[in-house]
């Protein structure tokens, strides 16, 4: 056993100890820190603690550390107890601050198509409106949140990801592929996006401005307060765009503009972790052709709302987490941009409100979590829901909410976890009920198991069900060329998958492949043959999908350590192929519409001192057809090269973007075309 040591710098010495990493035991103040870390573990730990880290191979470890400080690696949220990226069964995607601030993006749904399991169907450019799904399934599938709470919309998912923080203030992004009801809920069928934002540990301020094509700009500004145990930030930026086309009559028909505000507030002790947050997100965006190829001066007005309050604490090895949350969702369509006497607008209003009594508790078999979480959702529309008994006004309007529903939904988890030096096994099952068509409690199981080989190869395996319970418009818009089916059965899929990790100094790859059995899948389909167009939601039968994903990440400095210049190289492919295929006579809107193949490519560059350049190219292969002039068409792939030159010194930083450099034709929706070439620039400074 060796004895830490401090200097009169606060310099920490560790000694290594055989091939397999470094020892670490560590006493400061009253905690203890005993472990084995290999060295890029060791790397990302320090970096994730704000502790420079100088780690070569067969070297002793000297860490720069202040005496409070204690070690420990991200818990990264796979399963409904949290555990650490080592412990985790399942492969979580983890997009850090740093490859957030790499990236040449202005919206989070833009970062999101640099992960290669991820479909971004983007209608409006840069953020405006964007349909994000995960491993071929459509923008309902998934759950999305936000520092763990739910914030998804039961009326649409069309404009989920309208968030209330701006991306510099995010500090990661999980993204969880496949069933993920035992963590995150049942809504989340194919997969879960958790936004995670952590307020600055220091008193600061940070400012940002920005510009580029089609009369872009954004502005946004940052202010935090740190106090003893308290940590309150809060934030504000504005964003705007002409957009990058015109309708028939000459008019702005994809422009936007749009506000947030979020305030986020921690307090921590020994015994008890509180965080709280309220934001608001603001959009006014043209909708071009986005819901009907005839109207293309569509518009769309939405505000959201989002409050929450969690908490941790700690009695001897129970721990308890609850957390309780309202969000509010309202939106204006108008079929017509600003002639309600031509078509009537479309209002709809919907409150969320959520409790999740969290816990998990060690013992001498492992760590077990149970759960309790009860969400109620109560919509108000002027055409989506049952008649209401007495309608609701609309504020600021003389009018009325006619139509309404209300569900809710319990779902009660139970998981354990054995947790061993080389194996880990998490197994539990979630059973849910909700109210809506008088639905009985059902219950999905699940496991995960893996195995690391030696101390840089892990394999793993999983078998996991989950449902979805049908959006309100799925159920009810039967407006605007749509016929909706209010007795749709709920989504029900089970999914196995299997794969390997390994991670060294130099390198580090990772394969799964997934096969998905999905019952009730819905979707919107319409008739070659009819004349009238008429999209109907419908249920599909059985769908079976195959699928594989393998991603390559070289560290260039390490492997060649005579250059300065080469920093990164990454490289991600995904398959699918399922067993439906469009049915003749007919075209399906999302299901059969999904990425068959898709590549993504990274190139980072050190050019000078403080200078960095970033490339990025993606391809997008399609599957699926269209209707365009009276024609059924292919889905034709494209390539796309991206870049970003960012200038960091210590108290600000200059970037300048430019997406699609070759200006390659864009078609996520059949459509909807998106901009060719696209520039930004940008700086931000912190005080």
Same mark, same amino acid.
């Given at each position: 056993?060796?004895?830490?040591?401090?200097? +009169?710098?606060?310099?920490? +010495?560790?000694?290594?100890?055989? !091939?397999?990493? $470094?020892?670490?035991?560590?006493?400061?103040?009253?905690?203890?820190?005993?472990?084995?870390?290999?060295?890029?573990?060791?790397?990302?730990?320090? +970096?994730?603690?704000?502790i420079s880290a100088n780690v070569m191979p067969n070297d002793s470890v000297t860490l720069n550390i202040d005496r409070n400080t204690v070690l420990g690696e991200v818990e990264i949220t796979g399963t409904r107890a949290p555990l650490t990226d080592r412990q985790n069964v399942r492969m979580v995607t983890v997009l850090d601050k740093a490859q957030i601030k790499a990236a040449p993006v202005q919206s989070i749904n833009d970062l999101l198509k640099y992960a290669v399991g991820v479909d971004v169907r983007q209608r409006g450019a840069i953020g405006a409106q964007t349909d994000v799904s995960i491993r071929g399934g459509n923008y309902e599938q998934i759950t999305l949140l936000l520092n763990g709470i739910n914030i998804c919309d039961p009326q649409t998912g069309h404009n989920a990801f309208d968030f209330p923080v701006d991306i510099s203030e995010i500090e990661r992004i999980e993204i969880l592929e496949g069933p993920a009801g035992r963590a995150y809920g049942t809504s989340s069928l194919l997969g879960a996006i958790n936004i995670i934002t952590v307020p600055q540990k220091e008193t600061s301020v940070s400012a940002h401005v920005g510009g580029g094509s089609y009369g872009y700009m954004d502005v946004g500004v940052r202010a935090n307060m740190a106090s003893g145990?308290?940590?309150?930030?809060?934030?504000?930026?504005?964003?705007?765009?002409?957009? #990058?086309?015109?309708?028939?009559?000459?008019?702005?028909?994809?422009?936007? +503009?749009?506000?947030?505000?979020? $305030?986020?507030? %921690?307090?921590?002790? !020994?015994? *008890? &972790?509180?965080?709280?947050?309220?934001?608001?997100?603001?959009?006014?965006?043209? &909708?071009?052709?986005?819901?009907?190829?005839? #109207?293309?001066?569509? #518009?769309?007005?939405? #505000?959201?709302? $989002?409050?929450? *309050?969690?908490?941790?604490?700690?009695?001897?090895?129970?721990?308890?987490?609850?957390? %309780?949350?309202?969000? !509010?969702?309202m939106d204006r369509f108008e079929l017509v941009r600003g002639s309600e006497e031509q078509v009537p607008f479309n209002f709809h209003r919907t409150d969320v409100y959520g409790l999740n009594l969290n816990s998990y508790f060690d013992w001498l078999l492992g760590r077990t979590a149970f759960c309790v979480n009860v969400r109620n959702e109560d919509l108000v529309s002027t055409n989506l829901g049952e008649p209401l008994g007495k309608p609701k006004h609309i504020h600021g309007r003389d009018k009325y909410y006619e139509f309404g529903i209300n569900r809710t939904n319990i779902a009660l988890t139970?998981?354990?976890?054995?947790?061993l030096d080389r194996f880990?096994?998490?197994?539990?099952?979630?059973? %849910?009920?909700?109210?809506?068509?008088?639905?009985?409690?059902?219950? $999905?199981?699940?496991v995960d198991a893996s195995y690391r080989i030696g101390s840089n190869f892990k394999i793993y395996a999983s078998y996991n069900t989950s449902l979805r319970m049908p959006s309100v418009t799925e159920l009810y818009y039967s407006v605007g060329g749509h016929m909706a089916d209010k007795y749709l059965k709920p989504e029900e899929l089970l999914a196995l998958e299997g794969g390997f990790k390994y991670t060294s100094r130099c390198f580090a790859g990772k394969v799964s492949v997934y096969h998905n059995w999905c019952k009730n899948r819905i979707d919107w389909v319409t008739s070659v043959d009819d004349n009238k167009g008429v999209w109907k939601s419908v249920n599909f039968k059985d769908i079976k999908m195959l699928g594989v994903e393998a991603q390559m990440r070289f560290n260039l400095e390490r492997m060649f350590p005579g250059q300065k210049v080469f920093k990164m190289f990454d490289v991600a492919y995904s398959y699918i192929n399922q067993n439906k295929a469009e049915r003749q006579g007919y075209i399906s809107r999302y299901t059969l519409e999904y990425l068959r193949h898709k590549v993504n490519a990274?190139?980072?560059?050190?050019?000078?001192?403080?200078?960095?350049?970033?490339?990025?190219?993606?391809?997008?292969?399609r599957t699926g057809v269209y209707m365009a002039e009276g024609k059924v068409r292919d889905y034709s792939p494209y390539n796309v090269f991206d870049a970003r030159v960012t200038w960091q010194m210590k108290h600000y930083k200059v970037h300048f973007d430019v997406n699609?450099?070759?200006?390659?034709?864009?078609?996520?929706?059949?459509?909807?075309?998106?901009?060719?070439?696209?520039?930004?620039?940008? %700086?931000a400074v912190d005080f």
């Open positions: 056993m060796y004895k830490p040591r401090f200097n +009169k710098r606060n310099v920490l +010495k560790f000694t290594k100890f055989g !091939r397999k990493g $470094y020892s670490l035991f560590a006493s400061l103040g009253k905690e203890v820190i005993i472990g084995t870390l290999g060295a890029c573990t060791l790397a990302q730990a320090a +970096k994730a603690d704000n145990k308290f940590n309150n930030q809060i934030s504000g930026s504005y964003t705007r765009s002409d957009g #990058f086309s015109r309708s028939r009559d000459g008019q702005l028909n994809t422009d936007f +503009k749009g506000g947030k505000a979020f $305030y986020q507030g %921690v307090y921590n002790d !020994r015994n *008890l &972790s509180v965080n709280w947050h309220a934001g608001m997100s603001i959009k006014n965006f043209g &909708s071009s052709t986005f819901y009907h190829p005839s #109207f293309d001066n569509q #518009f769309e007005h939405t #505000f959201k709302s $989002y409050t929450a *309050l969690q908490a941790r604490t700690v009695i001897g090895n129970f721990h308890f987490n609850p957390s %309780v949350y309202w969000n !509010r969702n139970f998981e354990h976890n054995i947790l880990n096994l998490s197994a539990g099952f979630v059973a %849910v009920k909700n109210t809506w068509n008088e639905m009985h409690m059902k219950v $999905y199981p699940g990274q190139l980072a560059m050190q050019i000078v001192k403080g200078v960095t350049f970033d490339a990025f190219y993606r391809m997008s292969d699609n450099i070759f200006d390659n034709r864009l078609l996520d929706y059949s459509y909807v075309p998106q901009p060719g070439r696209v520039f930004m620039g940008g %700086v």
